[in-house]
């Protein structure tokens, strides 16, 4: 690895005999989330152009879409674990609400989740995973709608968790343990890593795995842990860092 960014908090507390297996986030983790999102609503937005203007005009501003989806999740809790059908049922009320064709909105959903697939990994991910796959079984962990395949790193994973398919989410316990599970392994066993604190880090030690926390931004940004009597076992500045926690010359 090139990048030689120091861990922003010692090691002493991650227990590197206990690790047999590492779960993962993707969104924020593995590539910069909101970028994507701003991209892909730009994309349904000229479908909708074409295929819905008046839609389109509702929703000329993206804030105006995410307060649609927050209103559909208000209306829809049954849905909260599950972001595909939440960003579809806000653009069918976008269309109604236009008093244009709601049946487009499966269609409009396609459109939106294909571009949503076009990630750029950060830097560091594709040599970390790499290496990281090589030494321990790997599985995501994510309440987004990432596809592993569709996004292209799939190669590097034994499973996959999404809260939409699995019923529940991060920060509870079952999907960590179906995770651990579907390693063959105990959730004491696994390091999850991930870039949200109450989602991925208190989430992960309340299953009972040890937490690695990526915290990608300026070191004089940076803040000290607020978010309970428990920390996580490592503070990374990216997965570079991560791997030289874990052995990597």
Known sequence: MTQETPATAPTEGLDLARIAAISLDLDDTLWPIWPTIARAERVLHDWLLREAPKTAELLVSPGVLRELRAATERERSDLAHDLSALRRESIRLALRRANEDPALADTAFD??????????????????????????????????????????????????????????????????????????????????????????????????????????????????????????????PDLHALCRALGRD
Do not use: C
């Open 111 to 236: 459109v939106f989740f294909a571009e949503r697939q076009r990630v750029v990994l950060y830097d560091d991910a594709a040599e970390a995973l790499e290496w990281l796959s090589a030494r321990y079984p790997l599985v995501a962990i994510s309440n987004g709608n990432a596809d592993l395949k569709l996004t292209g790193v799939d190669r590097w994973f034994r499973a996959a968790f999404s809260a939409r398919e699995f019923g529940s989410a991060k920060p509870h316990a079952p999907i960590f343990h179906a995770a651990a599970a579907a390693l063959g392994v105990s959730a004491a066993q696994v390091l999850h890593v991930g870039d949200d604190p109450l989602l991925d880090v208190v989430g992960a030690l309340d299953a009972g795995m040890q937490a690695a926390w990526v915290l990608r931004m300026p070191e004089d940004e940076r803040v000290p842990w607020s978010h309970g009597a428990r920390s996580p076992q490592l503070t990374v």
